[in-house]
């Protein structure tokens, strides 16, 4: 039997990923097309210091989707509340931070800076080395100098960070919950009826909305999780070796972000999307086979970052499908059924009637 078959499912709901998620996306809307204006209203609804709490915790924090898929049901964001009470100030922030099975390079150079509660220019020079194999962008200077700092007062930050998010649950979040949850259960209602008729590799590209990845089949457990606020991407995170948790959008195609909106987001960004010549030439090229980004940088003849910055706002769009190949490679192909379903979409909504919007 294929690995994939073999693939057993789990449920993970609960809005604590969102409390982060959230937070994560007021502070980088222009990546999710959101309104910055809106964004920044949000922000400033709690107080200024734990307001940069909360930007630090951006910058060290990211997503702890280690830990939140830990935290006991309900998972919400009282449930994130609590269990940051149940640790004292000096564990919070590995806590949050780390996979507790293993310790790697990187965990021992910020363990060793918050045992001594400073830091050198030799952890900084160490600290960088390691993030820089992490990913595809390079890290800032700036930021791992603040997280380094942040390390070294762990405490400190451990103290802020709850009265932080306690502010962000109390002004916000709290409320936003309420709405989103109903969505978050449907979600999962539907996905676990689609998982009794579809193979594994299938549900997972059906719920991603276009992307496949040869990775997850090393896997014999997959967590998955619904978020409002990623839509339409994913994020998924290896918490073991036996289990990934597998993220994804869960937005109705028919609701917006900002709660009030009348225009439904799925709408605006593909109109975005499509308004753009350059991105219209992609997808032409990407409607006749798939490309890879350096392919499609040769044939339009455009520097790599541009091509890659419209392939963003594609894939926000959900039009393009994204297959990450072994060794990390991406390679783009059209979505024709979202095409054809974003004009559908547009007529549904222009021609209902005022009183059902």
Known sequence: MDKNEQTKLFWDLGTAYDMFFSLHVLHHPEEYGLRGSWAAGVRSRVPAEERKILESAELILHVPVTWIHSLPSPKDGATVLWALGQLSPAERLPAMCFNSEKCGEGEEILLEVASKGSWSEGDYEAYRSFSKGKGEKKPKPKVLRESLEWWSRSEEFGEKILSALQSYQQVFFAEEEIRIRPALKESITRAQEMAKHMETKALLEELSQGVSSTEWQNFTEIALAPSYWITPFIIYSKVSDQRLVFIYGARPNDASLVPGEVVPDAILRALKALADPTRMKILRYLAEEPNTPAQLSRNLRLRAPTVIH????????????????????????????????????????????????
């Open 310 to 357: 419209h392939l963003n706002a594609l894939r926000l769009a959900g039009l393009v499908h994204l297959t990450v190949e072994p060794g990390g490679e991406k390679r783009y192909a059209m979505r024709a059924e979202m095409v054809k379903n974003t004009c559908d979409n547009m007529q549904d909504f222009l021609l209902k009637p005022l009183s059902d919007a």
